[in-house]
């Protein structure tokens, strides 16, 4: 973006999406210039990526308000190791280099550490070749799946610090440093350190494998076949991560168990003791200690003097404190509720892997509004949805299956949803097919009932497993409302070689364009082109803060057949929607930011018109139900009486404003919930200072 005089704005559209300097990362690259001696920008406003001592520094790293608050020191590693020089990896990258920090990522860490145990796998995100020695320059880079591809992150090795020592993750081995490393690569993906307060073990796995994802009970097995389905996961290069949700956050049970922590299920073992034999599981925590309490603890157990000597070293047991402990599969199963796992398929399975691996078919996708973007059958465009073929012809390798029927996973997963900050309401639903490579018609869709499916949620990933009998399905994915617009990836893996593929959209029988406006909103809010000038014209320097949405809305509002609602909105309204899509805590919004707020204004606007039955511009207080419902949230009796009280004018009606601060409100609070629903059962805890942060700048 070219440097502007005071008070000018973006005056094309490569200007507008380009992030503003104020945005994105100058204080961070003024921070840092300071500190290290470099010129952050040379007189043509070009940013200088090295220090005075000629090495590498990320200028665009996100520091984060968070450390600049705290009293922490950047260092590179030669700067920690007064004794002997860095090391990068020390005798092999293992699980047990992952010890966490003063950061809530153990989601992150207990992925990272079943990643270690697979050394193909970490070779692909962790590319061999880089060290402190020969062509060091002070950067170290990274790969991570994104969407189909692997993109590469490449960062400096600034680490931050405190009292000489690391602040986040490290190693037991303080001259080891592949992990921390990796962390911040991690971080630098995401948005920042803070980015990776909270979160989904299976999605920190999806993006460092590329594998499919899957979430289920522990309760859903017995404790016969629990280890049947533990031990064939683990031949097949599955990723198995585990946690217990029932009590306050990473406080521990009595036998040591923290709640609503993740570790990572690294083996399943058949154990000969002088009884006879058992079978044992091994978890390992990434904090490096804290570990189990019960039976077979390493450090209490009595059991293991039942085990020879040989037997244990067969099992590699350590006999401390260091993370890794092996528990009965009984134990297990009482005290841990959830398994989420990875699966890998034959193009991302390490090689001489002794299990069978998926096979994957990826396709992308897109909701196109108008065309492929129908939403759920109850709104009768679903035929509009995009359809893909689904061949299953060779049956599974099971004598234990009666039925001989083919098992197979679907993974429907939606794009760029941390970037945009609009997160969908996706599902997906099979369908007996009418005969090999026929896409399903109008009528068929509207006559047929699925033979599987998930409902719609809003999750970045929705995951079908089943198994069915020989023949030609269609799978229909679709969003919780018509016209709303996505990319998708849907995956599908089967245990052979069975096929998938897309139906071609003009093959899709009968696609015509709706009787009415798809666009509700179109009559309401003003064209992209116009929306873009009116961004110009409140937003100074490319910058929407909300008294310059204030005017912006009210502006947008008066021009169409919604004039006379902009007297409802009010300055309050427009902090709560800049804050609550501003991921950067500036308060503040550049263009791409405005633009994702836009789309769900938009979105919101088609909802509100389409239940605006009587045009009063207005909503009736029962009408407000089946709008949120309409937009894929769903509240009980109780929660719709505090939006009454709260939301409503005194006529007990929700203005078009209270409606857009309503949506605004609730959609960003469920996203909040999820992210720190780490094991995705819908119950959190959290601390205190979490709390605050949460309730006061939401």
């Given amino acids: 973006m070219s440097v502007s005089s005071e008070g000018s704005i973006p005056t094309t559209e490569d200007e507008l999406e380009s992030p503003s300097d104020e945005l994105m990362g100058s204080q961070s690259r003024r921070w840092l210039s300071d500190i290290f001696g470099g010129q952050p920008a040379d007189t043509n406003g070009n940013v200088k990526p090295v220090g005075q001592d000629g090495l590498f520094v990320d200028y665009t790293f996100p520091v984060g308000q968070e450390l600049l608050a705290k009293s922490v020191e950047w260092k590179r590693p030669m700067e920690l190791c007064k004794s002997s020089p860095p090391q990068f990896i020390v005798d092999g990258a293992t699980r047990m280099d992952v010890c966490q920090g003063n950061l809530g990522d153990c989601w992150f860490l207990s992925a990272l550490a079943s990643l270690s145990m697979h050394r193909s796998l970490l070779k692909r995100v962790v590319p061999p070749g880089q060290g402190f020695q020969n062509g060091y320059d002070g950067s170290f880079y990274f790969r991570f799946w994104q969407y189909g591809k692997w993109e590469e992150v490449r960062v400096d090795d600034l680490l931050p610090t405190q009292n000489g020592q690391l602040y986040y993750l490290r190693s037991p081995n303080r001259n080891e440093f592949w992990s921390c490393l990796l962390e911040k690569a991690y971080a630098k993906l995401k948005g920042g350190y803070q980015a990776l307060e909270m979160g989904f073990p299976h999605e920190a796995m999806a993006d460092m494998t590329g594998g499919v994802t899957e979430v289920l009970s522990v309760a859903s097995f017995s404790d016969e076949n629990l280890p049947k389905a533990l031990q064939h996961l683990l031949r097949k290069g599955a990723l198995i991560n585990c946690a217990n949700c029932q009590g306050p956050l990473e406080q521990k049970n009595e036998q040591g168990i923290l709640f609503r922590h993740a570790y990572s299920l690294t083996a399943v073992e058949r154990v000969e003791t002088r009884a006879g034999p058992v079978t044992l599981v091994r ?20 059991e293991w003097n039942t085990v020879s000597k040989d037997e244990q070293r067969r099992l590699g047991r350590v006999s401390k404190e260091d993370g890794e402990f092996w528990m009965s599969v009984s134990d297990f199963r009482r005290n841990l509720e959830i398994i989420e796992l990875c699966h890998m398929s034959d193009s991302l399975s390490q090689p001489g892997t002794t299990g069978r691996p998926w096979h994957c078919q990826m396709h992308q996708g897109h909701w196109v509004p108008n065309l492929s973007a129908g939403g759920p059958q109850s709104y009768g465009y679903y035929y509009q949805n995009p359809q893909f073929f689904l061949t299953l012809l060779e049956e599974d390798d099971d004598p234990s299956d009666p039925e001989k029927t083919c098992s197979f996973l679907v993974a429907l997963m939606q794009k760029h949803i941390r970037i945009s900050g609009v997160r969908l309401s996706i599902g997906m639903n099979v369908y007996q097919a009418r005969g090999p490579g026929t896409p399903l018609s109008p009528q068929d869709l509207m006559g047929l009932a699925p033979v599987l499916g998930v409902a719609h949620v809003m999750r970045r990933e929705t995951v079908l497993r089943g198994a069915l009998a020989p023949g ?32 071609p959209m003009h093959e899709i029988a009968n696609i015509s364009t709706f009787k009415e406006s798809p666009f509700p909103h179109l009559k309401a809010l003003p064209s992209p082109n116009s929306t873009r000038q009116l961004f110009r014209k409140h937003c100074n320097k490319g910058v929407c803060k909300p008294l310059n949405l204030h005017r912006l809305l009210t502006e947008a509002i008066q021009g169409g057949v919604l004039a006379g609602s902009e007297r409802y909105l009010a300055l309050e309204h427009c902090k709560s929607m800049v804050v609550l899509m501003d991921s950067k805590g500036l308060a503040v919004l550049d263009w791409q930011g405005f633009k994702n707020l836009w ?12 239940h605006d039955k009587n045009g009063s511009k207005k909503l009736e207080y029962v009408e407000v139900s089946s709008a949120m419902k309409s937009a894929g949230i769903n509240m009980d009796s109780s929660v719709m009486q505090f939006v009454g009280l709260r939301y409503t004018e005194p006529d007990m009606t929700v203005s078009y404003p209270g409606f857009l601060y309503l949506m605004m409100k609730l959609d960003s609070m469920i996203q909040k919930f999820q992210a720190f629903d780490v094991t995705g059962r819908g119950m959190i805890s959290m601390s205190y200072k979490q709390w605050l942060h949460l309730t006061m700048f939401n």
Avoid at 599 to 610: A, G, P, Q
């Fill in 599 to 610: 789309y769900k204004i938009e979105s919101w606007t088609d909802v509100f018109l389409m």
């Fill in 283 to 302: 978890l390992h925590n990434p904090w490096g200690g804290t570990e189990w309490e019960g039976s077979w603890s390493d450090l209490s157990g009595p």
């Fill in 472 to 503: 030609h399905y269609v799978i229909v994915p679709y969003t919780s409302l018509p016209n709303q617009e996505g990319r998708f990836i849907l995956r599908v893996l089967t245990e052979k070689g069975n096929d998938a593929s897309p139906a």
